[in-house]
């Protein structure tokens, strides 16, 4: 079984730019989680979608973010226009049957010069 | 706010020895908690989880102990080894929904 997939892995990019990172949780798993690590501080709640629906956004920090997911299936996040402090560390999560037990996928480091 | 928070940042132990590592959580309504494991370049991999009716909890050589009544949590990882060597997460579920609160991280390192 394939786990979380992100896409870039990497990310190098100028402050004003815009960025989309890319999720593609595991098959069948309804729930979406996006989270965040900021160098040298925990991982930080971002969202969390049911299906195409958001659930809980709370975690989103400004207006420049925005998430989709549009069908259900993969997941974007774009970040727009990006700031400074923004670089971290940007991970994708999903659950399945055992709703609690979120699989990450390996993260997309983004740094935002 | 509440949070979940680690007693150490890093911690290191010899190849062999046991490991503990803690964390200490501040919200009553959390029953869920679980340890991830994240190595350099991968996402965090679960470990282990508890619920907050259980005070602990084995696997292979993991065991983690929950004790409500001073809102702690332990991560022991018997006859470490330099595989181990990574950053350990502990989590709580929020309180609504499934996603998780992370404390800030304690860094094993295994010596030979």
């Known amino acids: 079984e394939a786990g979380v997939t992100q896409f870039p892995s990497h990310s190098v990019i100028e402050k004003g730019q815009t960025v989309t990172l890319r999720c593609d949780p595991i098959s069948g798993h309804d729930n979406l989680y996006w989270y965040r690590r900021v160098m040298g501080k925990e991982i930080k709640f971002l969202l969390h979608f049911v299906k195409e629906s958001k659930q809980d956004e709370s975690g989103m920090p400004n207006n420049r973010f925005l998430a989709e997911r549009t069908g259900g299936t993969y997941s974007t996040l774009k970040v727009q226009p990006a700031e400074l402090e923004d670089s971290g560390v940007y991970f994708c999560?999903?659950?399945?049957?055992?709703?609690?037990?979120?699989?990450f996928g390996s993260g997309t480091q983004l740094s935002v010069l | 706010g509440e949070s979940v928070g680690l007693h150490l940042p890093t911690l290191s132990v010899q190849e062999g020895d046991n490991s503990i590592i803690n964390c200490a959580y501040s919200n009553s309504a959390s029953d869920y908690f679980i340890w991830y494991k994240q190595e350099s370049g991968k996402g965090p991999q679960f470990i282990i989880d508890i619920r907050s009716n259980m005070d602990k909890r084995q696997g292979q050589r993991v065991t983690v102990l929950l004790n409500k009544t001073v809102k702690h949590l332990s991560l022991q990882i018997a006859a470490t080894q330099p595989g181990d060597s990574a950053v350990y997460f502990c989590a709580e579920n929020r309180g609504s929904g499934y996603a998780l609160n992370f404390g800030k991280g304690t860094s094993l390192l295994v010596t030979p």
């Open positions: 999560a999903s659950s399945g049957p055992l709703r609690e037990k979120l699989f």
